[in-house]
């Protein structure tokens, strides 16, 4: 059985700092895409980062470019998220992913897995 279960959600004020931590579990035949998206109500689920597991490249939104990371550790069992410099706009549920299709990775279509996600609330 596969799972993923994010954690390291929370309420932060703005220029604040969150790691997120995303546990993946059960057995995943090919990893392609290892990401991070988040979506707020009545909005579209966007890709905030993404790692390409083949390459080690990344991608990142626009809008948390240079202040969010994205990293795994050394057996693939955890995938974190480093949100530094944290805004107000930044308020969201936030997923991690895994995908097996060779992809962009920054389309939700991409990712067969799903965390259940964990609420980040930055105030200013």
């Known amino acids: 059985q596969v799972q993923l279960v994010e954690s390291g959600g929370g309420s932060v004020q703005a220029g604040g700092s969150l790691r997120l931590s995303c546990l993946v579990s059960?057995?995943?035949?090919?990893?392609?895409?290892m990401g991070w998206f988040r979506q707020v109500q009545g909005k579209e689920r966007e890709a905030v980062a993404a790692?390409?597991?083949?390459?080690?490249?990344?991608y990142y939104g626009d809008s948390v470019k240079g202040r969010f990371t994205i990293s795994q550790d050394n057996a693939k069992s955890t995938l974190y998220l480093q949100m530094n410099s944290l805004k107000p706009e930044d308020s969201a549920t936030y997923y991690c992913?895994?995908?097996?299709?060779?992809?962009?990775?920054?389309?939700?279509?991409?990712?067969?897995?799903w965390g259940q996600g964990t609420q980040v609330t930055v105030s200013s």
């Open positions: 059960g057995y995943i035949n090919n990893r392609r895409c």
């Open positions: 790692l390409y597991v083949s390459s080690g490249d990344t």
């Open positions: 992913a895994v995908g097996r299709i060779p992809a962009t990775c920054t389309s939700r279509w991409d990712y067969d897995y």
